[in-house]
């Protein structure tokens, strides 16, 4: 069984259809670049994944099952869809302290990951004067809580500094090798050609192109893949 499954996935917000017949299957173990222009519906997708949107029809799934059906979702499936819903007056370690506290988890990870995460040094501070980049961070801190087999990220890298960029390669490659799947949405291809074992290209809602990154750009970079794949000319 796949971790993750689209499945005729179709998404549509009144005369928009943002995510269109979408099939495809994520892979255990490996890192998956979820790919495609502004406005493909790559986030819609992965917010109908994480049950923070309805399908309009077909299903997307986690191990067989659809989000909202999980035992333990954060034991599951850890998340980033974006870093602005931490509670500004708070610090990291109680940010991280009330997710557990919600989803019945236990606490003790917590120094572990902020160290992980390089944030050990601004523990004391309120997360509301935290850069965007930081706050990134504490994201990928919160969406590994629960220790789970599977990670969502949606643009992980938005905001991170050239240093940051580079440790996250390595942050997500150390995931994997932990057996760990991860799928990941981002605009930074050249980087991605580094970091991705499979990749999926959207475009207008519709799959354009999904396999091991080697078959889908046979011999190009992954941008010139991109361009060709999607149409634009270069
Ligand atoms: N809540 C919403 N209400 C109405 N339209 C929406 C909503 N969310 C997304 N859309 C539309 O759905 C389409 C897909 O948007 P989506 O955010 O999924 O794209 P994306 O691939 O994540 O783009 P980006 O790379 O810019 O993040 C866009 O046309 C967008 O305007
Ligand atoms: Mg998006």
């Not at 302290?97 to 917590?110: E, Q």
Request: with cysteine; charged share 20%; net charge neutral.
């Amino acid at each position: 069984m796949s971790s993750i499954s689209f499945q005729n996935l179709v998404k549509t917000y009144r005369d928009v259809t943002a995510v269109d017949g979408l099939t495809a299957n994520i892979e255990a173990g490996r890192i998956t670049g979820f790919l495609g222009p502004n406005g493909a519906g790559k986030s819609t997708a992965l917010r109908c994944l994480l049950g923070l949107a309805s399908a309009t029809s077909g299903e997307a799934l986690i191990e067989g099952k659809p989000y909202s059906h999980l035992d333990q979702p954060l034991k599951k499936v850890g998340a980033v869809l974006d870093s602005s819903g931490f509670n500004g007056a708070l610090t990291a370690g109680q940010n991280l302290r009330v997710i557990c506290a919600a989803a019945g988890i236990s606490t003790d990870a917590i120094p572990r990951l902020l160290k992980l995460v390089e944030l050990d040094h601004a523990t004391r501070k309120r997360t509301r004067g935290y850069s965007l980049g930081m706050k990134q961070r504490l994201s990928l801190a919160a969406a590994l809580l629960g220790d789970p087999d599977i990670l969502v990220l949606d643009e992980p890298a938005n905001g991170l500094d050239p240093i940051g960029i580079a440790w996250l390669r390595d942050f997500l490659r150390n995931l994997a090798s932990e057996g760990k799947t991860v799928l990941v949405s981002s605009h930074q291809l050249a980087e991605m050609q580094h970091t991705i074992d499979d990749v999926i290209i959207i475009n207008h809602g519709k799959l354009i192109a999904a396999g091991p990154i080697g078959e889908v750009t046979q011999g190009q970079t992954l941008e010139e893949a991109f361009m060709r794949l999607i149409g634009v000319a270069k």
